[in-house]
């Protein structure tokens, strides 16, 4: 009398274990929010129904400085010489990133 070769045992698949973490990764990556978004609510000097006037004020903002009128200036100068430069509050100011300066050093400038 012969004995049956024992059963072999399977190994059980993996893949429909890899596709759905796959199918909950892609779910979590497309509902997460990466960033916050940063609103800000300023006039438009073309909006003004008052013709721009007085000197330029053209801030460009860099990585590590600022440019007033071409002119580097640090922080705690740049209120001092804007306020030589404008007749009013309500004057129009220019803001220029430059030379990939990041949305957090733009909004210290504002």
Sequence with gaps: MQLAPPPTRRKPSLTPMIDVVFLLLVFF???ARFGQDVEIDLPLA????????????????????????????????LLPELGTMML???????????????????????
């Design 46 to 77: 073309a909006a003004s129904d008052q013709p721009y006037d007085g000197p330029p004020r053209l801030i460009d903002i860099l990585p590590g400085g600022l440019r007033l009128n071409g002119i580097d200036t640090e922080m705690a100068d």
């Design 88 to 110: 009013s509050h309500r004057d129009a100011i220019v803001l220029r990133p430059r030379d990939k300066a990041d949305l957090q050093r733009v909004v210290e400038v504002i």
């Design 29 to 31: 990556m497309l509902a």
